[in-house]
Structures are given as C-alpha cells and as structure tokens.
C-alpha cells in the first residue's frame, strides 16, 4: 500500500524562503482554495514530482512544475521575488516504514533527476541515526538498478511488478508512471478520458496490462505460461528428434535396424525399453540373440588357441613395445586429465573475479551517475580525502615516497572495463584448452583401449596350449572380440538414448498436462468474477453519481478484451456528455479500488482527483462522491484537489463529520512566507 502522511515544499528567495507544509490522513482529504488559482495545483505537483510521476502530467523534471517552483514567488502584498534554490518533499508510509523523498527543482549543481531518500519521517531527517541514500529517476536503469529510484520504490510499496511484451518484442518491466496514470487523475489532460494522461512508453497494450495488474488478473500470467508452452512444446520436438536421428545413425554404423521407436513425441508406458527391438539386417536376429551367438562362438574357439613357436620372441617384443606404448598414453591422459583440473579451476576463479569487477563496475556507475546528478552523499571519498578528517586517502597501508593521488570514478571505470576485457579473453582461452583437453582424453582413451585389446590377444596367443598355428582362427578372434564390443556398445548407447526419451516421454505428458489446465481463453473463473465485480461496481457508481447518457444502465459494460466501459458496444465515450463524462472516471476510478479490495487485487489504496468538479458538475453529484468515498471502507487515501468557491458545496463539506473528512486549505497561494 502506498500512503502520503506530508507534503512539503520550500522555494528559496534573497528575503527569505516560501513554501507549504501540509499533513494528510488516511481516507477522504480535501486539498482546497477559494479560487482556481495555481495555489492548489502547486501543492498537489510536489506529490507527482517527489515520485517521479510527472510524466502523468505532460513531461520530466521540472518543466512540469509552476513558476513558484522554477523562477518567481508571490508574497501577501503580490510582489514577486526570484526563487534562487526550491526543493518538494513527500513523507510515505506502506503501513510498516516510513521515508521522506527530497527532489530539487532549483538548485545549483544538483541534477533534477536526482532524488534522495531519508528512511524516516521528515521530523527526523536530520537525526544522526537516520539513514539517507541518492537515487534516480529518468535514467537507464531506474526500475532495476538499486539505485534507481522507481526499484525502490517498488519494494516499498509492496508490488511485483511484471514483465509485459513492449512494441519492440521485448521485454520491460510495467512502469509506475503507467500503473499510477488510472489512480492519479490530474487537472489538464486527466478529465478528457479514461487514460489520457497515460505516458507514451513503447509498452504494448499498455491500458490492459495496467488493468490486469490492478486488478490482479491471471490473463498476463496465462498469455506468458502459454507462450513458454509453446516453446516448450518446440524444445521437446527438437531433442526427441535429435535423439531419434542418433538412435537411427548408430544403428546403421552397425548394419542394425530398429523397430518400435516413435519417431514424435508422445506417451510413452513405463515399459517402453523392453518393445524396442534392434536386430541385425545380414540375418534379422535380435542384437541380445546376435550376442548370445558371438559370445558362443569366442567360446568354442578358446579351445582351438595356437601355439606359436616360430615368431614367439617377434610376440614377446611386440607385447613389451605395446603395453610401452600403453604405458606411455596413460602418463599422457594423466597429464591431460590434470591440465583438465587446472584449466576447470582456472576458469571458476576468473568467473568469480568477473562477477566482482561486474558488481564493482555497476556500483562505480551508479556512483559517476548520482555524483553528475550533484549528489553530495560520500563527495568527500569520491574525491580520495576522508569525510572525517580531510586527509588524503592512500590505496596502500606501506609507507609512500611519492604521492599519488587516488584514482576518480572515471578512471576506476576505465580501469575495471580494462580489466574486464582481460579477464574474459583470458577466461575464454581458458575454456578452449579445456574443449582441447577433453578432447584429447577421448582420444587417448580410445586408443588405450585398442592397443589394450591388442596386449590380450597377443598374450593369448603365446600362453596358448595347441601346438598348430592358424591365423584364421586368431583372424576371427579378433573379429568376434570387435563386434561383440560394437554391438554391446550399440546396445549401450541405444538404451540410454531411450532412456533419454522415456524422460522426455514424461515431459511431454506434464506439457499436456500443463496445457490441458489452461483455460481456452486467458480468462478464468476468478478472472471473470473480477471482472464481474468492476463492471457492477461501475454501474452502482454511475447511478449514485447520476450518470444522464444512456437510456438505460443495462447496456453498459467492462468489455472483456481491454477491461474498459463500454456501451451497447461502443465507448462510453462517445455517448458521453461532458460532465456524464467526468462522472464516468469517477465511478471507474473507484470502482478499480474498490473491486481491488473486494476480490485482492493488487490496488495501492490510494486515488488522487485534481479538481474532480470539471465541466460544471452539480453540487449534489459531488456530495454523492464524497459520501461514496467516506463509505467505502477499507484501509484507504483519496485526496481530492478542489476549488470551493461554490456556496452550496462549501455548505456540504462543513456538514461532513469532521472525523471523515480531512480538509486542506491553501488560501489564495500555497506558496507562503515561511520565515
């Protein structure tokens, strides 16, 4: 929840200084003059301006605030006096903390987009405990950075706010200035429609996401869920696919065929393995059957070993040459598999050191950004001298021959992007000899084996018994030794590969499962009673407000595709006289915060009306509102900004219970002689 407990602002002259100082309450406040003078909008400004939301209004910075703010102030006697410095301050509340925000409008080397943050009241500002921070606003990086002033204060009020598609294709997170554009209705452009002060931010379909947000809709989080469907469901295609191609490539390497495979994904049963067949295509043998035959085979040739007599020493230096050379890969792979090691911990520790420069190098940024903006928070270290003391600061504890002085914030960015640089060439060196090195392990492992192979045929053959030499039967030793290693490791490669599928198998029966509970629409039940609730909520206040442009209130309605009224299937709009017409922001205003509320939505209970009597609106109509307001109920702030030059509803107000209604009265100018 968001709630404003003060208001400030202070606007600096050579005979002193000007400005207000307002409390507000929680439930219905009444920011109020005597005349439509610049007195009441000055006041309501410094609440947009503090939150960095005066986008809303027309623009950034301070352009959008009155003259008393930028060039000239106004005393009792109506003589005008040049504003040298001015400064508006906010004191907010979530319901637990409490902070007060200070943003400069005039100010000498001070950044208008700079904001700093007192994590206290503003009675308490200048308390020594009390912890301040800069921030700021309308800069890259605003909404994510910590520094950033709307990252703040989205963890202050309480609200995730979520990644919606911008116009562009990517993604961005749903800015405040558009969320606040529906609850904030200001003077100049807020009365004319629904939305027509919302800023232009490249958002898509901006008005519906800030609907569904409010109103805590599950449309956006079934739009996204069925787009990570989607490329769920392409993922699953693709890696069934990949592993049906290596199960088929593998099988023809071997001159095997198999049967039983899908070659899409579907569900699979659990014993799926044992109907995946794979026989040989020479004799259409099962491969369990092919091995049964070859293992017989070997065996009946055990006995039919030869003895060799004649080249017995040729044997015996070719067995010591190859297990030399075994002995030799081995030491090799060893030196490779340590290489390995050295290079994997090599690369952990750039990686950590890259993950310290990059944090080193968003908070020096952060700092040059906050120091250029004309933050004055740790100026001292930003200049190498002590805060405290004012000595000069040394990078070094070793006694200094020559003094140098510390590194800027420039030079400290220039030296870590430097250093980045370095790191990820080294760090991409690195991962290459690591490729290089696994791939020269598979190799020397596989030549290992073979020349393993070749040790234990070679001592089979002189340990024989049978005194006859036949080279056809060690000929088809080693053939069988060959392809029952083949087909074993066939058989291997083939039952993890479908191992793999059993496993995709199984997501693919969650995907399903996934997209089954997806509604047809985005629109659930829950969703749908929401917006039941708005659009019954819109039309009791259209009639309590007397709304005049329709026959009858039946063919109003919340459309269902951008959640705005509309009637007989047009916009309310169109049929709309224009005081019917401020009615109707009226009734949806509230009818947003009250649904919130009703069905736990994600609505910051507050709303904000800038002279809400436009185009001549009865005093009985704007009694009604106050009365609706009063009677909402709920953990809520509405502050109204209003001139209350009418008799009549100068008369209503008084007649409120005071203890329901909070009035704030600026007098002809808002801007007063402070001291």
Known sequence: MLKINRIKAV??????????????????????????????SSAM???????????????????????????VVEDDNQITHTVLESEAWIEITNGVDVVSIMRSAEMEGRNENLITVYHSSLDCIHDPETY???????LANSTTSTKGFHAFLERFIGVELPLVPSSDGAEYKLYMQLLFSVIFIEQKRGWSDLFS????????????????????????????????????????????????????????????RIQGLPTKPCILESDFGDKVFITTISNGFTIDAELDGLNKRRKELEFKTPKIIDNFEELQEELEKTETAIGNLENEQKENRSMFLQEKAECARL???????????????????LKRLGSELGLESYNGRCPICGQEIEDSLLPIQNCEHIMSIEENIRHLEAQKTMISFALEAHRKNINICETN???????????????????????????????????????????????????????????????????????LTDKKALPRSNFTERDKEKVDALERNFKNYLQRFNYQS???????????????????????????????????????????????????????????FDEPGQHSIVTNDMVSLFNEIIEMGGTRQVILGITLKDGEIKSAVKRINPEKIHVVDVGNHAFQRLD
């Open 45 to 71: 400004l410094a609440i947009y301006y503090c939150l960095g939301f005066e986008e809303i209004i027309g623009g950034k910075g301070k352009k959008t605030l009155t003259s008393v703010y930028k060039t």
């Open 550 to 608: 329709v026959n009858s209130y039946d063919g109003i309605q919340i459309s269902r595709e951008n959640y705005l009224p509309i009637s007989e299937g047009f916009d309310m709009k169109f049929d709309s006289s224009a005081s019917d017409n401020i009615r109707a922001i009226w009734s949806y205003t509230l009818a947003l915060l009250k649904t919130s509320n009703e069905k736990e939505g994600n609505h910051p209970q507050i709303v904000m």
């Open 441 to 511: 392990i598979q190799s020397l492992s596989s030549r290992i084996f073979t020349l393993r192979r070749l040790a234990k045929i070679i001592r089979n053959d002189l340990f024989a018994v049978d005194e006859s030499f036949s080279e056809t039967i060690v000929y088809e030793k080693i053939n069988l030794e060959n392809s029952i290693q083949a087909l074993s490791s066939l058989k291997e490669n083939i039952d993890n590969r479908v191992s793999e599928i059993q496993k995709l198998s199984d997501e693919w029966a969650k995907h």
């Open 351 to 369: 990686d950590k050191n890259l993950q310290i420069i990059d944090a080193d190098l968003r908070n020096n940024k952060d700092a040059q950004k």
């Open 11 to 40: 606007s600096k002259t050579k005979v002193g200084n000007f400005g207000f100082d307002y409390v507000l309450k929680e439930g219905l406040n009444l920011i109020s003059s005597n005349k439509n003078t610049r007195g009441k």
């Open 132 to 138: 301040v921070e800069d921030m700021y606003v309308h």
């Open 197 to 256: 002060a919302m800023p232009v931010l490249n958002i898509k379909d901006a008005k519906k996401r800030v609907l569904e947000y409010w109103l805590g809709l599950d449309t956006l989080s079934n739009e996204k869920k069925r787009a990570y469907l989607k490329v769920q469901e392409t993922e699953i295609v693709q890696r069934w696919g990949i592993l049906v191609n290596e199960i088929l490539t593998l099988c023809n390497r071997e001159n095997c």
